[in-house]
């Protein structure tokens, strides 16, 4: 069974960073493609980057290219979030979640296992 666990969010100012990680466990890491995606209060779940299996291609939602940055360490069956530049708007709780498909898919139906969450809470 694969799990998924995410760490590292927080409260943080404007401009702040922070550095989420998300850990699996249960099945071999790099078979899949991974996501992360966020949920502000009110809004729909909203894809924020995601990162093919030997990291060979990313993809970035507008909102975060350029402050974000998602990368993997396979030998530690972990994905990271930089994230740099934090804007009150990037309030969220913040999801990982798995994919066994090719590419890196922005829609959150093509990823079968998530994470729990992490808040990241930015202060103006």
């Known amino acids: 069974q694969v799990q998924l666990l995410e760490s590292g969010g927080g409260l943080v100012q404007t401009g702040g960073s922070l550095r989420l990680s998300c850990a699996l466990s249960g099945r071999p890491f790099s078979s899949y493609t991974m996501g992360w995606f966020r949920q502000a209060p009110g809004k729909e779940r909203e894809f924020v980057a995601g990162?093919?299996?030997?990291?060979?291609?990313?993809a970035y939602a507008d909102s975060v290219k350029g402050r974000f940055t998602i990368s993997r360490d396979n030998a530690k069956n972990t994905v990271f979030l930089q994230m740099n530049s934090l804007k009150p708007e990037d309030t969220a709780a913040y999801y990982c979640a798995a994919s066994a498909r090719v590419g890196v898919s922005r829609d959150q139906d093509n990823y079968s296992t998530w994470g729990q969450g992490t808040q990241v809470t930015v202060s103006s």
């Open positions: 990162i093919t299996p030997y990291g060979g291609a990313t």
